[in-house]
């Protein structure tokens, strides 16, 4: 340890249920440096930095600040030992205004006890004048952008005296002006000696603000280098280890026929100038990073977004859906990455939730037949063997695997042609997303065209024809196969 250690967590680890999500992970961090921590989505990267903030607590493992051991007890304490977090989903109340949210919990009062406003609103000034921020301290954070909540964020961490900063992939949802503003930011802070852990995937990013880099890979460390004296590939090798397994690959022979054909697509700000083809049978993977544009690609072909430029060739016809509702009628299904707002009605029973795709087969003379139903939904527990105990049980009581299984049922139980999986896995347990592979691999084999979107890499890898790789809205490239690895993939979605 040198003696510019601030802090130094060492032989980490900790286990969620079904994963060991670090393992005997080491961590230092010196006085002034900005320390990125680099690694593939679900290599720990978010759950070390939770450990440090208090939110989780660790298996194993002991945390150092300025050399003596600490015991971090909850998100208060570890505040109170100067570590500030600044979140992604950020954790302002959106009718306080600014001051009202740097100060939660610690108002300025009254000799009377009251709250003293004169003062909340000179200090908040102060506070957001320190971040670079013109705004009025009594602006309302619902009436904020993301780029100025961000920056709340930061003038609370300051104002609690917070020596040690936790960015948790802060850009993802920023301008380009607004990613310049906070790089300044974060050049100040350090200059002023904070300690700053930067996530970030993104390697211009990385290697302008960085100064060492920790790279993390499946909940191990792997090692801690000097950013300057490392290589771009360097990096994409440290964080992708070994080549995937190729024996593991799947893929199941294509179509010839066409299905969809999407060209020159443009949806501001996100998307632009997309083109690609799909053809019958195939499993086309979509890979970038958290922000890149693939969920909006998927969202203007359906109709969710509107599209200014571009065509979408379904079926040899031309199609322009306002709706996802009229893109479903037409054969597109979309299952977003969020089940539980769009996907399943969790309250409904799970035969319910299938026979809702097909109301029109089912019904007779207007009614439903409870018949008809109960077979159906039968069909598809077999089918897709999904585990629940009987058929009128909720859908909110199924694991996460099965529900995902319940909402694949359901658009199979509609005439589709193809469809679209946004995050098929994400939340499931391994032995789930084997099973949600062989059910995107039957569909495809029985020649229904199938986009994945997946921050899982060696999913996309195992299962599909072609990876279409994105960045910043753009198509970077658009790769077979047959002997990719993940490494190439990187190279793509990484930028510089
Ligand atoms: P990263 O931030 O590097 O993408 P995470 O730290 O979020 O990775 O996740 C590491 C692993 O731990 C993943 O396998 C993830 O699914 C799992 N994990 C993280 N948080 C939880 C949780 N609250 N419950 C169960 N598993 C979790
Ligand atoms: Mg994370």
């Known amino acids: 340890m040198s003696e510019k250690t601030v802090l130094s967590m060492r032989n980490i680890s900790k286990h969620f249920p079904g994963v060991l999500a670090l393992d005997n992970v080491d961590f230092q961090l010196e006085v002034g440096e900005v320390h990125v921590l680099l690694g593939e989505n679900g290599a720990g990267k978010s759950t070390l930095m939770k450990i440090l903030s208090g939110a989780y607590s660790k298996d194993n493992g002991q945390i150092f600040l300025d050399g003596n051991e600490i015991d971090i007890r909850d998100p208060k304490h570890a505040i109170e030992l100067g570590i500030g977090t600044i979140y ?18 610690r108002e300025f009062k009254t000799s009377a006890g009251t709250i003293n406003w004169k003062k909340m609103y000179e200090e908040g000034k102060k506070a957001i004048n320190l971040v670079g921020l013109n705004s009025s301290p009594r602006k309302r954070v619902r009436n904020m952008t993301v780029a100025e909540k961000q920056l709340i964020e930061i003038a609370k961490a300051l104002s609690l005296n917070s020596r040690i900063l936790i960015f948790d992939e802060p850009t993802a949802t920023l301008s380009e002006k607004d990613v310049d503003h906070l790089f300044k930011l974060i050049r100040s802070l350090k200059a002023e000696g904070k300690s700053i852990v930067y996530i970030s995937h993104r390697m211009e990013e990385i290697r ?17 280098v000097r950013i300057k004296d490392t290589t771009r590939n360097d990096l994409i090798r440290m964080i992708a280890g070994r080549t995937v397994d190729l024996s593991k690959k799947c893929l199941v022979e294509p179509m010839e026929e066409v299905v969809l054909e999407v060209k020159g697509l443009e949806a501001p700000p996100k998307v632009k100038e997309v083109s690609f083809d799909l053809r019958k049978g195939e499993i086309l993977g979509f890979a970038g990073l958290v922000g890149s544009g693939r969920t909006e690609v998927m969202k203007a072909i359906v109709g969710e977004i509107k599209k200014t430029r571009g065509t979408v060739v379904f ?23 969020d089940r539980k707002d769009e996907g399943l009605v969790l309250k409904m029973n799970v035969r319910h939730n299938i026979s809702l795709g097909n109301l029109k087969s089912i019904c007779r003379r207007g009614f439903l037949s ?35 299984k319940l909402v694949i049922s359901r658009s199979l139980a509609s005439n589709s042609k193809l469809f679209i999986f946004d995050e098929p896995t994400r939340g499931i347990d391994v032995g789930a997303k084997e099973e949600i592979y062989c059910i995107l691999q039957r569909l495809a084999r029985e020649g229904f065209g199938i986009i994945v979107i997946s921050s899982e890499l060696p999913e996309l890898l195992r299962i599909c024809n072609r990876i279409v790789v994105m960045r910043e809205g753009k198509v970077t490239a658009i790769l077979d196969n047959s002997d990719l690895s993940q490494d190439e993939v990187l190279n793509h979605a990484m930028g510089e």
């Open 370 to 404: 409870d018949k008809k139903d109960r077979k159906l939904a039968r069909k598809y527990i077999q089918d897709l063997q999904i585990k629940c105990p009987g058929d009128r049980g909720r859908a909110e009581n199924l694991s996460g695997g099965n529900q995902q």
């Open 88 to 105: 992604q989903e950020f954790n302002l109340v959106p009718f306080f205004s600014a001051a009202e949210n740097i100060f939660l919990g």
């Open 315 to 337: 079926e040899n016809e031309t199609i322009n859906p306002r709706h996802p509702c009229e893109a479903l009628r037409k054969g597109i299904v979309y299952l977003s990455e």
């Open 208 to 224: 302008s603000i960085g100064d060492r880099c920790t790279v993390l890979r499946d909940g191990k460390y792997i090692d801690t």
